[in-house]
């Protein structure tokens, strides 16, 4: 178990160029979630993925994000145009699907922290 | 929508000594889960304890339990005999048992200081 890795754990930008994040997660989690945490807040919930399909957008997820996680393995969220309101720090998180459902451990990287400029 | 409640920004306890860390929630639901992770500078949230709104046993784990009052939809954490290595963010967070149990509901959050 090496935990979840997220690349890179920064990155600067300038305003309307697009990034990508990259997340590995467990290697035998189902479940890939993303977050985005604001200075000052809690994370909030943008993304599910249920092995490949993605299951769940929030509201927050504009038009400009997209996530995609090919072969229910690796995930990447996309911003694209960035914006400065799109600084934060990303998170993205894994889990086993149990029977149960809410009990299931949830294992977080360390997020990417986005600056843009 | 579900909300989460921490109604105190940040709190300070002397090492060994015992501080407890506020939680309330809101939900019309009757069965969820309830978390509270720490996020240390590190930035990695580290799952703390969690506690399953059916059991009414609270939830305990080494120096870690927590207060768990349904009706009153409140959620404490109490740390004991607070170490160095407890100094981080600490996050209550609500999950529903139903249809939409993929998601963490979290609060603002509440920094704690353990002073030598």
Known sequence: DTGVSQNPRHKITKRGQNVTFRCDPISEHNRLYWYRQTLGQGPEFLTYFQNEAQLEKSRLLSDRFSAERPKGSFSTLEIQRTEQGDSAMYLCASSLASPSGGSEKLFF???TQLSVL | AQTVT???PEMS???AETVTLSCTYDTSE???YLFWYKQPPSRQMILVIRQEAYKQQNATENRFSVNFQ???KSFSLKISDSQLGDAAMYFCA???SGGSNYKLTFGKGTLLTVNP
């Open chain 1, 109 to 111: 990287g360390s997020g």
């Open chain 2, 6 to 8: 921490q109604s105190q």
């Open chain 2, 13 to 15: 306890v002397q090492e």
């Open chain 2, 30 to 32: 009757s069965d969820y």
């Open chain 2, 70 to 72: 349904k009706a009153a």
């Open chain 2, 94 to 96: 609500y999950r529903s």
